[in-house]
C-alpha cells in the first residue's frame, strides 16, 4: 500500500505549493467570467453598478435588433427598459433604476429578462447600494399639526389611496425627452431622505427636496408627460403628480395655484403652477419629488443623467430662505 501524501513534508509538498503559487497567477490574468461559477449566488456575472441611497443609476443592456422587450426587476421592484437613442452609445437598451432612499446598503441583484420573438434570456448584474448620509431635523409645530383627529386621519388615508390609485396607472411608453428642467431656481434645502423629529415622534424621511422661492413664482414641469392628478390635500396642499412614461412620476406640492387639470400633456418647462403654502407648510416653498419604478429618489439626481437636450430652463427668482415642508410620504 503507498503512503498516504503527506504535505507536510517539503519534499512532497513543494509541487503542491507550486500548482497553488501557478492558480493565483493565472486568477490575476483570466477574465473574471472564468471564474463565474464560483461567484456567490446573486452576484450577477454580467457587470457591476453602485450607487448611493436616492440616486439614479443608468443600466445599459446590450442587445441587437431583434430585441422585442427587456425589463428588469429589483428588490422587488420592476424596472421597464427603453431602446437606446443615443448615437455614441453602443445599440441596446437603457432603464433607470432607481436606488430607494431606504434600500438596505449591500449587494443586490438586477435580473434583466431580454425578450425576442424566438426566445428570451435572463441577464444578472450585480448592484451595491451604498449608504447615504441622511441628515435628523427637528421640529415644533402646534399639536393638531402633528396628531391628527378621527376625521383628519380618514381623509388622509383616503387622499393616500387616491394617489395610489391613480400612480397605478402608468404610460407604457417613454414621454421624457433629453434634458431635465429644474422646476424653480430657488434655494435648496438639501433635505431629501432627512428623518424629520416633530415635537420628539420620529416621522418617516422625507421623499423630496424643498427649494424656497417667493410666494407665485412659477413652476415649470421637469420634462415632458401626462398630468395624472391634481391635488388639494391635507398634506401636500394644491399639488399634482406628471407621469412621464415606464414608471417615471414627478410631483409638485404646496402651490398657491394649479395651471394644469387631469390628463393635460406638458412639456418641460412649461409653467404648470405657482409657489405657495397650502397644506401642511411653514412658509411659500416647492416640495418637488420623484418616484421612479416605486423608488423614492432625489429629483436633484434627474439633472445629471447622461441625456441632455436644448430644453428650456426655469426663469430664475430671487433666493430666499426656505420655508420647510412638513408634508406626509407619498405612497
Known amino acids: 500500500m503507498k503512503p498516504a501524501l503527506d504535505l507536510q513534508h517539503p519534499r512532497r509538498a513543494m509541487p503542491a505549493r507550486c ?44 442587445t441587437d435588433d431583434s430585441a422585442t422587450t427587456v425589463q428588469g426587476t429589483f428588490l422587488g421592484r420592476s424596472i421597464r427598459f427603453f431602446p437606446e437613442t443615443r448615437l455614441d452609445e453602443p445599440k441596446g437598451f437603457v432603464g433607470l433604476l432607481g436606488i430607494d432612499l431606504q434600500d438596505e446598503p449591500g449587494t443586490h441583484e438586477l435580473n434583466v429578462e431580454v425578450k425576442t420573438r424566438e426566445r428570451s434570456r435572463t441577464v444578472r ?13 427637528h421640529l415644533t409645530l402646534p399639536k393638531d399639526k402633528v396628531d391628527l383627529d378621527e376625521k383628519t386621519l380618514a381623509r388622509w388615508k383616503a387622499e393616500q389611496e387616491q394617489v395610489k390609485e391613480a400612480l397605478a396607472t402608468e404610460s407604457p411608453s417613454k414621454l ?4 431635465f428642467v429644474e422646476p424653480v431656481n430657488g434655494k435648496r434645502t ?3 431622505g432627512s428623518v424629520r423629529v416633530m415635537n420628539g415622534q420620529p416621522r418617516n424621511p422625507h421623499n423630496g427636496e424643498d427649494v424656497g422661492a417667493p410666494l407665485g413664482t412659477a413652476v415649470a414641469a421637469t420634462n415632458d408627460g401626462v398630468v395624472r392628478l391634481t391635488v388639494d390635500h391635507f ?3 394644491k399639488g399634482l403628480f406628471v407621469d412621464h412614461g415606464l414608471g417615471f412620476y ?3 406640492f404646496h402651490l398657491s395655484e394649479v395651471l394644469v387639470k387631469d390628463g393635460d400633456q406638458v412639456k418641460a418647462g412649461q409653467v404648470i403652477g405657482k409657489v405657495g403654502a397650502t397644506g401642511r407648510a411653514t412658509g411659500p416653498h416647492l416640495h418637488w419629488g420623484v418616484k421612479l419604478n416605486g423608488a423614492r429618489v432625489n429629483p436633484y439626481a434627474l439633472l445629471d443623467l447622461p441625456f441632455k437636450g436644448e430644453t428650456p430652463s426655469a426663469a430664475p427668482v430671487p433666493v430666499v430662505d426656505p420655508a420647510s415642508s412638513i408634508g406626509a410620504p407619498v405612497p
Open 19 to 62: 500548482l497553488l503559487g501557478i492558480a493565483i497567477l493565472l486568477a490575476g490574468y483570466l477574465p473574471v467570467d472564468l471564474f463565474a461559477g464560483s461567484l456567490p449566488t446573486g452576484q450577477g456575472v454580467h457587470g457591476r453598478y453602485s450607487g448611493k441611497q436616492g440616486h439614479i443609476i443608468v443600466v445599459t443592456v446590450p
Open 125 to 137: 448584474y450585480s448592484v451595491t447600494v451604498v449608504k447615504e448620509k441622511f441628515h435628523i431635523e
Open 176 to 179: 421624457w425627452q433629453p434634458g
Open 190 to 192: 438639501g433635505i431629501f
Open 235 to 237: 398634506f401636500s396642499g
Open 250 to 252: 414627478s410631483m409638485y
